[in-house]
């Protein structure tokens, strides 16, 4: 795999911060509907597989920035 650009390194870490903070208010979002006991359990489980979809780009995106170094 080539290295990455500044100008790409940045971008890239820019979107991963901006997954993470929505992956956080995901994660609030479904922690309150779930307590509030009169959420609709199919908008519960969108959000949930929206939250996972986001953390598999979270994934990808880490392992974009910081690869593996075999030593």
């Known amino acids: 795999m080539l290295p990455l650009t500044r100008e790409q390194e940045a971008a890239l870490g820019l979107e991963l911060a901006a997954k993470r903070q929505e992956h ?8 309150t509907l779930s307590a509030s006991g ?3 359990q199919m908008l519960i489980q969108r959000l949930k597989t929206r939250k996972l979809a986001l953390k598999d ?3 990808q995106l880490e392992n974009l920035l910081i690869p593996d170094i075999i030593a």
Request: charged fraction near 30%; proline fraction near 0%; charge should be negative.
């Open 24 to 31: 956080a208010d995901l994660d609030a979002a479904i922690h």
């Open 38 to 40: 009169l959420a609709d």
């Open 57 to 59: 780009r979270i994934v």
